[in-house]
């Protein structure tokens, strides 16, 4: 039996991401409150929104899968958020120019039928060139990267502020690592779209 599956998460980037699977699904906007907690580090705070957000959509699909999803960016220990603003996306690259930002991108599986769930968050290192306040105005008046986490968007013309990502999961740093969530599925009894696949 193919098992509904939910993705818990507002992000178009997320929602096009398991579109590549071939598996239909439903979206659904969970209600949570997204701050960090005190003293929280930040792959714990990832760790915990993607399965927070899972649980808050699971009593309106009490037998479905529910994919949680979130990322955090981690700077000298320091989180960098979304900016939300070209005024805040400046700061951000100018903080990040010449230096590793560790993107941990949490993922969890909820099984809302009996409560068994799994998360893992999948780091990604990226290594930003060394920009100009130039360069980063003219990329700033190009794409509106103010809705992602860095302020660089890698799946578009943000990959021309990078110089080198490291990562088990070329998807991991867009959002949602699609790897280690073809894994949890078939673990899950889920069915890949692959006929023979493991």
Known sequence: MVRRIVLASSSPYRR????????????????????ARPGE???QTALRLALVKAQACAPRHPQALIIGADQVAELDGQSIGKPGSRDAARRQLQAM???????HSALALLDAANGRYSVH???????FRPLSDQAIEDYLQ???????????????LGICLVQSVQSQDPTALIGLPL????????????????????
């Open 16 to 35: 096009q991401l398991l579109e590549r699977l071939q598996l239909p699904f439903l979206t659904e906007v969970p209600a949570v409150d997204e701050a």
């Open 41 to 43: 580090a930040q792959v």
């Open 97 to 103: 120019r010449g230096r590793s930002v560790v993107f």
């Open 121 to 127: 968050s999948v780091p990604t290192t990226v290594e």
């Open 142 to 156: 190009r794409e509106a990267a103010y809705d992602c986490a860095g302020s660089a968007k890698i799946e578009a």
């Open 179 to 198: 790897i280690l969530l073809t894994t949890l599925l078939g673990e899950f009894g889920m069915p890949l779209p692959l006929p023979g696949a493991p």
